[in-house]
């Protein structure tokens, strides 16, 4: 059974600094692109940060510059480190997988960012 735990999220002030954590279990990471959402009450879900087998990183351009994807394999997690956070960052952050035509979901954790 696939299953995939987020965790590091919580309440910070803008300019501060969260790393969220997607710990896999029943599912190998770095086979495929592994892929950080998040989403804000009211809005769409919105892609974030994805990282590909290799270990390189692609960004929204609203994250561009303040977030770093990363994954540790020996871990199976992947990692989220957001800098320099804003208010609206505030959302739900969620990870995913995909593979074989099967979308994994975990159950996300709330960052709020706000003085």
């Known amino acids: 059974q696939v299953q995939l735990v987020e965790s590091g999220g919580g309440l910070v002030q803008p300019g501060g600094s969260l790393r969220l954590s997607c710990a896999a279990s029943?599912?190998?990471?770095?086979?495929?692109?592994e892929k950080w959402y998040r989403q804000a009450p009211g809005k769409q879900r919105e892609l974030v940060a994805t990282?590909?087998?290799?270990?390189?990183?692609d960004y929204a351009d609203s994250v561009k510059g303040r977030f770093t994807v990363s994954r540790d394999n020996a871990k199976n997690t992947v990692y989220l480190q957001m800098n320099s956070l804003k208010p609206e960052d505030t959302a739900v952050y969620y990870c995913?997988?995909?593979?074989?035509?099967?979308?994994?979901w975990g159950q996300g954790t709330q960052v709020t960012v706000s003085s």
């Open positions: 995913n997988v995909r593979r074989s035509l099967v979308n994994y």
């Open positions: 029943g599912i190998v990471l770095s086979i495929t692109n």
């Open positions: 990282i590909s087998s290799g270990g390189s990183g």
